[in-house]
């Protein structure tokens, strides 16, 4: 099987160098060897042991020997472009592209299927994780109710320096760039784009119609501060940033915010940049899956799973898709009911049967709630003329 690679950077050199240190090991397992015949990059690379680099990408196109091809150059454009002209050119595609899958998915799955070969994208969830195949596969047997999860690395770890060491968000988010966790321009993951496009690839395989990134509401970490932190531990919870998507009778529910999370739930003691995701299935209850949700190596591991599994397959379709949903499918989460964390300056005065939880310190207050709409808990905190600090959703 001769294959192409479409950028060479962490993760494409991670699959260059899987596919050469286990070439042996790949070739027992497909019963013949994958062989790298073009590296799409603009760049030079004088160095590199790789000596099959191009910077044009009709030499992979037009290459009838190359049957499946690896897109880990990121963003949208050129990558949906070349990704379409490659599936109609009946050539397989696996790729790391969350936001590619995210704003293209329907469109290239159903591109692949027509012309009878595979669009597989196991890394642009959870990195090295295993969660689209055993969705597809391994779950195929339950009705998904619903998935929750810490899919950013760079945000867990933020938010763990804030809960272990008292770090403010800046100080954090700092150390998070210092280390190689985070970007220059963090935006896409501080404020939630990256969970976002992750959560809206889980919830179109699971329900099975798509679910767009764009409509998904989306908030980010940037406004939690020490006192939420410290107010909710000492409640018994932690903050972690959570993709969610829900079965409804009459659709969806996807969100990403921040939640708190009770110590004694897994996802609570989900540290640093590892991320983890909870499936909860009809007949098989809640299913964890758990590890590196980033990295050069690990990401580069679940592109080659697909290599693999697009060899053994390379004849047929395997099957995976979701389609179009009706209007209205993805639905409103103001009105699904959700028990909040509220934090409140401490001269507010605030009583009622709603309040299941209730803590202070010095200046400020923090309350649990009974389960309530947001629309219901806001009109409610405006009648009682209370202001609210912050309002955290809690985990269900």
């Known amino acids: 099987m001769k294959i192409a690679i479409m950028g060479f950077g962490v993760v494409g050199s991670g699959v260059g160098e899987i596919i050469k240190n286990n070439a042996e090991s790949i070739a027992e397992k497909v019963s013949e060897s994958v062989e790298i015949k073009y590296i799409l990059d603009l760049r030079d690379f004088p160095d590199s042991e ?7 990408f009709n030499d992979i196109l037009n290459d009838d020997e190359v049957k499946l091809v690896v897109e880990v150059m990121g963003g949208t454009n050129p990558a949906y472009t070349f990704t379409k002209q490659l599936l109609s050119a009946k050539k397989h595609v696996v790729t790391s592209n969350k936001e590619l899958v995210a704003k293209h998915g329907t469109e290239l799955l159903e591109i692949a299927k027509a012309n009878s070969v595979n669009y597989m994208f196991e890394a642009s969830v959870g990195g ?68 976002c496009r992750k959560t809206a690839i889980l919830a179109s395989l699971a329900f099975g119609k798509e679910v767009d990134s764009e409509k998904i509401q989306t908030e ?39 939640m708190l999370i009770p110590k004694d739930n897994m996802l609570s003691g989900i540290d640093d940049v590892f991320n983890g995701i909870m499936v909860n299935g009809s007949f098989v209850g809640d299913v964890m899956f758990y590890g590196r949700g980033a990295g050069m190596l690990p990401t580069a591991s679940a592109v080659v799973g697909d290599i ?4 053994r397959h390379k004849d047929k379709n395997v099957g995976i898709m979701w389609t179009k949903a009706e ?57 009682k003329g209370v202001n609210a600090l912050s309002i955290i959703k809690l985990v269900k």
């Open 308 to 311: 693999i599994d697009i060899v």
């Open 50 to 56: 790789f000596k099959c680099f191009t910077k044009d």
């Open 128 to 195: 090295g994780i295993p969660i689209i195949r055993p969705l597809i596969n391994c779950l195929a047997g339950n009705e998904i109710n619903n998935i929750k999860g810490i899919l950013n690395g760079t945000t867990n770890y933020i938010l763990t320096q804030m809960i272990s060491c008292g770090k403010s968000f800046d100080e954090a988010l700092k150390g998070a760039q210092e280390n190689g966790y985070a970007e220059k321009d963090p935006t896409a993951d501080v404020e939630g784009h990256d969970t």
């Open 220 to 258: 980010g970490i940037t406004k939690i501060t020490l006192s939420d932190v410290a107010l909710a531990n000492k409640l018994g919870y932690s903050i972690k940033l959570i993709g969610l998507c829900e079965k409804a009778e009459n659709g969806v529910y996807a969100e990403v915010c921040p």
């Open 327 to 383: 209007e209205g499918y993805l639905l409103d989460n103001a009105e699904r009911k959700n028990s909040y964390f509220v934090r409140i300056s401490s001269n507010d005065e605030i009583s009622g049967e709603f309040i299941v939880k209730k803590i202070a310190n010095d200046t400020e207050i923090g309350l649990i709630t009974s389960e309530m709409t947001e629309t219901k808990l806001k009109d409610m905190l405006k009648e």
